[in-house]
C-alpha cells in the first residue's frame, strides 16, 4: 500500500530563515506527491505536486519541494519563512489500489514561524 | 468558479440527532471524497465517488453513517443517530478524473458538534 510519513508533529523557525518540512515515501511504481497548506478554521489547500522530470517542484506562494528517489523522500523547502507560513502542513501520495483516484495523507506537521 | 461548496459551516445538535452535511463539487469534476478531521485521529477519507458511484466506503466508521450523490453536483453525509464521538470537521473535496496527479480541492469544512 502506498504510504507517506511525516516524522515532525512540529516545526519551529525564525522569521527570514530557511525552513524545511520533512516528508518520506513508500510506494510500488511511480509516486505522485503532493503538499497540502491548511490555515486555522480552513480546508486544506494544494501547494505543489511531483508528478515525473525535474526533482525540484516549485509551488504557491514561494514553497518548493524536493524528490529524492534513492532516499524516498520529499521535502517541503522555503528559503526565506514568513510568519503567515505558519499552518499545518500534509504530504499525500497518490493512492493507485481501488481504483486509484484518492490520495493517502501523512498525519501533518505544525509548522511555526517566529519572529 | 466558487470553489467546493460545503453546508451548513457550523452545526450543533443533541445526540440521537439526524444530521446531514451537504456538498457541491466544483462543476466538472467527476471524483467526490468526504474526510474528516480530529486532533485525535487527523485527517480521515469516509468515502469516494466517482461518476457519483461509490467507489471505497472502507472509511466509513459504522453503519450510523451513510453518504450519497445523486447527481454529479450533489452529494450528502448523513449521520444517524449521531453520537458526541462523531464531533469533528467534515470536509468535501473534489477532483477531475483522468491522470492520476490529479490534485483535489478542498471545501472549507463543517464543524459538527455532538452534545
Known amino acids: 500500500a502506498q504510504s507517506v510519513a511525516q516524522p515532525e508533529d512540529q516545526v519551529n523557525v525564525a522569521e527570514g530563515n530557511p525552513l524545511t518540512v520533512k516528508c518520506t515515501y513508500s510506494v510500488s511504481g511511480n509516486p505522485y506527491l503532493f503538499w497540502y497548506v491548511q490555515y486555522p478554521n480552513r480546508g486544506l489547500q494544494f501547494l505543489l505536486k511531483y508528478i515525473t522530470g525535474d526533482n525540484l517542484v516549485k509551488g504557491s506562494y514561494g514553497f518548493e519541494a524536493e524528490f529524492n528517489k534513492s532516499q524516498t523522500s520529499f521535502h517541503l523547502k522555503k528559503p526565506s519563512a514568513l510568519v503567515s507560513d505558519s499552518a499545518l502542513y500534509f504530504c499525500a501520495v497518490r493512492d493507485l489500489t481501488g481504483g486509484g483516484n484518492k490520495l493517502t495523507f501523512g498525519t501533518g506537521t505544525q509548522l511555526k514561524v517566529e519572529l | 468558479d466558487a470553489g467546493v461548496i460545503q453546508s451548513p459551516r457550523h452545526e450543533v445538535t443533541e445526540m440521537g440527532q439526524e444530521v446531514t452535511l451537504r456538498c457541491k463539487p466544483i462543476?466538472?469534476?467527476?471524483?467526490l471524497f468526504w474526510y474528516r478531521q480530529t486532533m485525535m485521529r487527523g485527517l480521515e477519507l469516509l468515502i469516494y465517488f466517482n461518476n457519483n458511484v461509490p467507489i471505497d466506503d472502507s472509511g466509513m466508521p459504522e453503519d450510523r453513517f451513510s453518504a450519497k450523490m445523486p447527481n454529479a453536483s450533489f452529494s450528502t453525509l448523513k449521520i444517524q443517530p449521531s453520537e458526541p464521538r462523531d464531533s469533528a470537521v467534515y470536509f468535501c473535496?473534489?477532483?477531475?478524473?483522468?491522470?492520476?496527479?490529479?490534485?483535489?480541492?478542498f471545501g472549507p469544512g463543517t464543524r459538527l458538534t455532538v452534545l
Open positions: 473535496a473534489s477532483s477531475p478524473t483522468g491522470p492520476p496527479y490529479n490534485e483535489q480541492f
Open positions: 462543476s466538472g469534476h467527476n471524483s
